[in-house]
DNA sequence: CAATTAATCAATCATTCGCTTAAATATTAA
DNA sequence: TTAATATTTAAGCGAATGATTGATTAATTG
């Protein structure tokens, strides 16, 4: 093996994962994956696409080492290979935020199309929820809170938000969260609280964004559920 | 704009830094620049493709935003964008070794066919270089050594090697590094010290992975060359 | 066993990619 | 100004990609 082979085969390798993440779609997989295993099915239509189209993607993900797939009866499920996946897609998108100016224009455009109040400081709402001064919403479907959330958050689904309305304590400010900045449901969720009356706030973050910047959650690891919801 | 066009719209631009992630070329180019500032000449040269496929690989990298480009008379000079493009790809090269274990094939197979003695434990290595037990040598260009290198490191390019023999303390065991895992200089460097009888083995991380994991360098943070540098 | 369901496979097609060769641009040196 | 040098651009080509559609496989249910 000449050193050119040896570059070429080693970059190669590498340029599988890279190819995994070179479609919009497959990051779209990757991100719902990084909350909780799915199905094909579900999947498909989380993201909008045919569900032979979907199966491709996986297996696109899978060849590139970035999945487990498991079949059980009739259905295959999909999840991340392991913890350092969800690690790094934290690390990939957080890399394309900064390097993609554009992402926070459509961002800012986006939410502030759904009446997003000016958006407040995620840094001061985040010293609220440390301070256990706002009461946490996680609006996620509750397979995704099961699989982790973060400690004290309140699993409260979107589809039924409006029908626990009046289990939420009076006079506390809400904060939602949901899987991560391109994550729409946190958004909703505020929208729809307003509308109700309660004072609402959205924090970007997922659960992992959030461990990571040191608040305390049910995971251990990113991406993988932990211990103690087994 | 809907939620559908929001994530589309979002996720195409983060699939813009996968799609620069996605060719062996492009990550080989990463890998050089992550050590140093380099013309397109250059480049072309290190990654043995021709000067115009290389330009084009570089504005496809360029585009997504992961390098800098400045041009000073009639040279080109791409550069890492900032030092979190760096770190990235630290991250990277390790979910890729970690993910695909072929990788790790391939490098036993080449260093083996050169002759590597069985590889010393990279623990105990870096033990004894943290001890200073060792005598640390720098095997890159110099320029790349000047960019950033370990403090203590002495830079003693390949193509000096044999001339500077004499230069060396004796008995004294001998640690090379170069550019990463990836990188053939350091196992060349050993190849040949050993044949001239001196006790050298293999350090395979780069600057920054050693840096990362606590040695103390000259470069203050990944990618970019420290202020004590300039 | 037949019908249903979940997922994959196969064929197709327009698009994009990686690379080559050759021409064009821009800057410096003679 | 001409020549030389560094880089980009353009055109072209075979291979790979992303998506669609319809057939196929495998497991479950009636």
Redesign the interface.
Known sequence: ?T??A???????????????????????LLELLAQAPRTVEVLAAET?ATVANTSQHLQILFA???LDAHKGGRFVTYRL??A??GK?LL??????E??????DR??R??FA?MGEVEPVNQETLLERVRRGEALVLDVRPAEEFHHAHLVGAISLPLPELESRLSQLPKNKEVVAYCRGP?C?LAAEAVQRLRRHGIPAYRLEGSVYDLQALGLPTTASASGHPPAVDR
Chains 1, 2 share one sequence.
């Open positions: 093996m050193k050119r040896f570059k070429d085969a080693v970059y190669r390798q590498a340029a599988w994962i890279g190819k995994a993440l070179a479609s919009p779609k497959r990051l779209e909008e590139a080492g970035l290979a392991d350092s996946v790094f690390d990939f998108r957080a890399l394309s900064k390097r993609r100016a554009e992402i459509i961002k455009q986006f199309e391109f729409v």
